[in-house]
């Protein structure tokens, strides 16, 4: 087992920045891909960002490029979604997940995700 945390989320206005976190506890993130997910009140739990366990073979949301970055440090077993130019579409509960993946690509679909964290809320003021 893989016990995600989540944490960073909170209230910002629109076009104000946020950084969320995800650590793990008693497991090494290197030897997973990590992706951050959102759901919105009422919709799907959502794709947002992936990336693989050395940092490469990044994918985002079309509606997040150029605006979220996802990274990770292997050496203090984090991952991060920066979010600049937020918007109150954004607002969601995001979800930080684990994959058992080898490959060069990151996962996207919530199927390919092992472990999951409880989720941080994020809400964006217009």
């Known amino acids: 087992q893989v016990q995600l945390v989540e944490s960073g989320g909170g209230l910002a206005q629109a076009g104000g920045s946020l950084r969320l976190s995800c650590a793990a506890a008693e497991r090494t993130l290197s030897n997973y891909a990590m992706g951050w997910f959102r759901q919105a009140p009422g919709k799907e739990r959502d794709f947002v960002a992936s990336?693989?366990?050395?940092?490469?073979?990044?994918y985002y949301k079309d509606s997040v490029k150029g605006r979220f970055t996802i990274s990770r440090d292997n050496a203090k077993n984090t991952v991060y979604l920066q979010m600049n130019s937020l918007k109150p579409e954004d607002t969601a509960v995001y979800y930080c997940?684990?994959?058992?993946?080898?490959?060069?690509?990151?996962?996207?679909?919530?199927?390919?995700?092992?472990?999951w964290g409880q989720g941080t809320q994020v809400t964006v003021s217009s």
């Open positions: 997940a684990a994959a058992d993946w080898g490959h060069s690509s990151s996962p996207v679909l919530r199927r390919q995700f092992d472990y």
């Open positions: 990336i693989n366990r050395s940092g490469g073979g990044i």
